[in-house]
């Protein structure tokens, strides 16, 4: 964090890096600025997509799959429709305008960042947007249904299913935005390798704390049976993990070569430098043809 504060109040190679106190805040205000305006924008067009792709049917699918066509959510109010159309299309805004945002902050803090840290987390973004989807597909697709299955089952004998569109929109929503943000965790480490943070060494000793973490993460954001649920979302995570490891190691073997280059090669200015351009200057001595052709003149006086 020491850092990256320094490089935005005093970056020398960068214009913007030089610019006053005041005149960053001014910077800071226009991109959150920018930012609302894109989540407004962003709201509008979620709710036509909203509309256009039925998002809740989509969404209401797992359920009617696991109970039948017949099955239906519950309203407890006359505003409620309207309430969960309105944070569909908030949600779907969000989603949308995340590049928006993401752009405003890269855009305020790159200044502060070495070329090579820039290299490695523009195409980190672009990895985190393939893992966040699949962590989606994975709980829309396989956990979802389980989940629901499992919890329907609890007290069947007692206990009739008549859910609320809230309580169950919301259920599904956290759980697709636990697993998309779970499975961000190679993006992070990566991140946290490029900025000098975490170390492949530190990931490797910690490995049984972590699986027991993940563990116990797994049971929380997938609530279900421990062989289907839990298991489904712990196994994806450990394998996460470990290509967490493989990244990180990746990003050190690269900087450890560049420390060892840096420090072969003489600096400007010493000794060993200025004898090396000497030298590269000197004029080597002609041997001669070595095709046969004629020999150097000698020296006047010499043979």
């Given at each position: 964090?020491?850092?990256l504060r320094d490089g935005l109040l005093a970056r020398s190679d960068n214009p913007k890096a030089e610019m006053p106190f005041l005149d960053?805040?001014?910077?800071?205000?226009w991109r959150i600025l920018w930012s609302l305006l894109a989540l407004i924008v962003g709201g509008v067009a979620g709710l036509v997509l909203v509309l256009y792709f039925d998002v809740p049917?989509?969404?209401?699918?797992?359920a009617v799959d696991l109970f039948g066509e017949d099955f239906r959510l519950l309203t407890l109010s006359p505003e409620a429709n309207f309430i969960i159309l309105l944070q569909l299309s908030l949600l779907v805004g969000l989603i949308l305008a995340s590049p928006v945002v993401i752009y405003q902050l890269w855009a305020f803090f790159s200044p502060a960042l070495e070329d090579r840290e820039k290299r490695a987390i523009v195409p980190a973004l672009l990895m985190g947007l393939v893992l966040f989807v699949a962590g989606v597909a994975l709980a829309y697709f396989i956990v979802l249904e389980l989940a629901l299955r499992f919890l329907s089952g609890i007290l069947i004998d007692y206990l009739e299913a008549s859910w609320t569109a809230n309580f169950y929109l919301g259920?599904?929503?956290?759980m697709l935005l636990a697993f998309g943000i779970v499975f961000e965790l190679p993006v992070v480490v990566l991140v946290l390798s490029v900025l000098g943070i975490v170390t492949p060494e530190f990931l490797r000793t910690k490995r049984r704390h972590a699986f027991v973490a993940i563990l116990l993460l797994a049971s929380f954001i997938s609530p279900g049976d421990m062989i289907n649920v839990t298991i489904a979302m712990t196994i994806p995570l450990i394998a996460l993990y470990e290509s967490s490891i493989f990244l990180s190691v990746l990003v050190w073997r690269k900087r450890d070569a560049r420390e060892q280059e840096a420090d072969s090669s003489p600096p400007d200015g010493t000794v060993a430098a200025e004898d090396g351009d000497e030298a590269a200057d000197v004029t080597p001595y002609n041997h001669g043809d070595p095709a046969g052709g004629s020999a150097p003149a000698t020296p006047d006086g010499d043979g």
């Open positions: 964090m020491r850092r960053h805040l001014e910077e800071l205000r049917e989509l969404l209401i699918r797992p259920f599904v929503v956290k």
